[in-house]
């Protein structure tokens, strides 16, 4: 990795953290994203001895709003000279239904939109690098979801577990769409389960489901440096460098739910992203 770039998005802790520790360490240059500024400097000052001080720096947006996604794009456009790994690592789960201040539900906003629209707004930057990499971190939850493209929204009964299911879904199609028309490009895109690990992404649920994931946690669930091995397998392995559009747990493809294969469903899925985040689906 030494000389490349690399983004990686909710980087100021878990998996993201991990991710931009190990992405360092192999001798990349990484640009560690955050919503909360405070938490960004502490994230710099842990990570600045795993490589030269210049190799690292921070980026601050929410995620949870177009207008900052874009000014993040321009940013980065402005100050980098090109852009060779992007991780959409950024996700959350919320236990209520909330709204951004652009009318889309936070959950399917953050984990979905962000990344649909941060990655076209990048499009210049991923442009100049040979082999762009664009990693997508999804989740096993994808399996017991499916669209509903007249309620994305969930408007009429919405779940945490839901929302954040439909949402990891809508990750895997979205790969599945930008890997497809990315053919032939040079870029990639692939997907990935971390495995089920100690985050505090599920910090909002109900009080007796936290108790049952922190109980769970202290024998089952993996580190956050467990969890970043497959993102960082994807952004730096040789292993990968021509397969696009796959999903991969502990390194490995395998194949996801019949609805993540639905070529139609992302298909209609891009369309209704490019509406709702003011691109034409063209680009």
Known sequence: MQGKICLVTGATSGIGQATARALLALG????????DAQRGQRTVEALADVNAREALRFVQADLAS????????EELDRSLPRLDVVVHNAGLACARRTLTVDGHETTFAVNHLAPFL?????RGLLARSPHPRIIVVSSEAHRRAHLDFEDLMLARHYDQLRAYSRSKLANLLFTRSLARRA????????????GVVR??????????????????????????????????????????????GGY??????????????DDAAAEQLWEQSARLVGLTSGS
């Not at 053919?183 to 971390?194: F, R």
């Not at 991969?248 to 993540?260: G, K, Q």
Request: with cysteine; net charge positive; glycine share 8%.
């Open 183 to 194: 053919l032939g490009s040079g870029a990639t895109c692939n997907a990935l389960h971390p």
């Open 248 to 261: 991969y747990i502990r390194c490995r493809p395998v194949r996801p739910s019949d609805a993540a294969l």
């Open 28 to 35: 990349a240059t990484v640009v560690v994203h955050g919503r």
């Open 66 to 73: 177009l207008a900052e996604v874009r000014r993040l794009a």
């Open 118 to 122: 941060l990655t076209a707004q990048l």
């Open 199 to 244: 985050t505090g992404i599920f910090r909002q649920a109900p009080l007796l489901l936290r108790g049952a994931l922190a109980a769970l946690g202290r024998v089952l669930l993996l580190s956050p440096d467990q969890g970043a091995k497959t993102s960082v397998y994807l952004a730096s392995s040789s292993e990968v460098t021509d397969q696009s």
